[in-house]
């Protein structure tokens, strides 16, 4: 899933903030690319200089944590689980979230990759600021055995594996860049049950409804044991998480529109303010100040 980087009247990221360099980077050993490897855990929301210089590509795996991304003054919100392409010649502010951060970047000439490139210039996309800066969610239906492979690689310094990787990289680019632009913190799996995905469907239709799992149960037919234990073992979280993930989502829209915190918690479902703002800083690491104002649909 993709993220349109949408025009914007927008002074600054935020407040000015010192820019930190990543806590721990890591360069693989590599012959074609160039591979780097960032962790840490930071206290307080951050910012870091972003460069692709011309004649180069970068794919940023963006494993754990959350940003924002500013280009003049068009925006961009990157959940975690994305990937990020940057095509050449691109200068960017990213402003990181609190919490922890695990980012995986691979920058290579994109000469290596010519076929791509004449892809890119054949459709246009080098024309097209909307593409400039591309994502996606690696757990979106059929990239996540990309998404995984190209992490595996990475960590290979062999060139039979550099040349592998590079053909993962390409469907994967190309995938980026054809994805439909919008946020998701709730995917609906591919390969999840009918019965799943039916009511994985109504809550995303209606995520401020009082969706207790006894009446999730109902409306699949299971029992709450049965669909808790399946819907853990499809999705890694619990039926609870997913119905908080979406309310976040339209949480989210509403922030974009200036709407007050107190109304926002009413209209999604939560029951104060304050439990709204842990929401959103648990799932995208940034309070409402920070995301106010910020157009990212």
């Known amino acids: 899933m993709s993220t349109n980087v949408i025009k914007k009247t927008y002074k600054t990221i935020h407040n000015p903030l010192r820019q930190t360099s990543y806590q721990d980077s ?3 050993k590599s012959r074609l ?5 960032h962790q840490g ?5 951050w910012f870091k200089k972003l460069n692709n210089s011309a004649g180069s590509f970068k794919l940023m795996i963006m494993n754990k944590g959350s940003a924002i991304l500013k280009q003049n003054d068009s925006i961009a919100m990157i959940p975690e689980n994305s990937i990020l392409f940057l095509q050449s010649g691109i200068d960017l502010e ?13 920058t ?11 892809w890119i210039s054949k459709t246009h996309l080098e024309d097209s600021e909307q593409h400039k800066v591309t994502f ?22 062999d060139i039979d594996s550099e040349v592998v990787l590079l053909g993962y990289m390409h469907e994967l680019v190309m995938n980026t860049c054809q994805s439909r632009n919008q946020i998701q913190l709730a995917i609906i799996p591919e390969n999840a049950p009918l019965f799943i995905k039916r009511l994985l469907k109504q809550v995303k239709k209606n995520p401020t409804r009082n969706w207790s799992l006894k009446d999730a149960a109902a409306y699949v037919g299971y029992s709450s044991y ?8 499809i999705m890694d979280y619990g039926f609870p998480e997913f119905v908080d993930r979406c309310r976040i989502e339209v949480a989210i829209k509403y922030l974009c529109e200036g709407k007050s915190i107190e109304q926002i918690a009413s209209f999604c479902g939560y029951c104060s ?6 929401s959103l800083k648990k799932y995208t690491g940034f309070l409402p100040s920070e995301l106010r104002g910020v157009n990212i649909y």
């Open 26 to 28: 890591e360069k693989l």
């Open 33 to 37: 690319l160039d591979i780097q490897f």
């Open 41 to 45: 855990k930071q206290s307080s929301v």
């Open 94 to 106: 990213m402003q990181l979230s609190r919490g922890d951060y695990s980012i995986y970047e691979i």
């Open 108 to 118: 290579w000439d994109s000469a290596i990759t010519i076929g791509l490139s004449r």
């Open 136 to 157: 996606c969610q690696g757990d979106h239906p059929g990239l996540m055995d990309i998404y995984k492979k190209v992490i595996e690689l990475s960590k290979n310094n």
């Open 226 to 233: 049965h669909l808790s234990r399946s819907f853990r073992n």
């Open 273 to 278: 303010a304050h439990v709204f703002r842990e």
